[in-house]
Each structure stands twice: as C-alpha cells, then as structure tokens.
C-alpha cells in the first residue's frame, strides 16, 4: 500500500498514471477531511457536557469575537451558508 504523500511511489508527478490521480491516498483533501473529523471530535468531551455541537460553539465564538452579526456576515465569517445556518441559529 502507497504511503500518504509519497506520489504512490513515483519520483515525478509526472511519471504517474492518469488514473492513479483518482486513488484515495492521492487525494489532498481526504487526510484534510480526517483531520478536520479528529479536531471536531476532540473538542466533543468538552462540548458534550454544555450540549453544543462544533458548529454552535464556533458560531457562538464568532458573535462572542464579532458581536452581532447578520446571518450573511457570520456565514462568511464561518464559511457556512444559510442552509447551515438558519436552522442552528433558530
């Protein structure tokens, strides 16, 4: 099995087939996405006690930093659209 950031064992981008781009280990976004998911779980054990998802405390953390904001400007603060938002908010 190819290692993370080893290019599947080539020396050259260039020298890897088209369709190895596809394979999951050569994907930047998904050891991204794994990151992403271990920092979300790591502030859970904290969360959890005050019933706050990531998503509300990072909210709540905006309006603490920001003070009011409509819900355009928080969701470009949090990259988050109103989809997201206006049910959390409600």
Same mark, same amino acid.
């Given at each position: 099995? !190819? *290692?993370i950031g080893t290019l !599947?064992?080539?020396q050259r981008v260039e020298d890897m087939p !088209? =369709? =190895?781009f596809l394979l999951l280990e050569n994907q930047l976004g998904f050891p991204l996405? +794994? +990151?992403a *998911?271990?920092? +979300?779980n790591a502030y859970r054990v904290h969360l959890d006690p005050l019933n706050l998802t990531y998503t509300q405390y990072i909210v709540m953390m905006a309006l603490w930093q920001y003070g009011e904001l409509s819900v *355009?400007? $928080?969701g470009q603060v949090l990259r988050? =659209?109103?989809g997201t938002l206006t049910p $959390?908010? *409600?």
């Open positions: 099995m !190819a *290692k !599947a064992g080539y !088209a =369709d =190895d996405y +794994v +990151v *998911k271990e920092i +979300v *355009k400007e $928080l988050l =659209d109103s $959390l908010l *409600k």
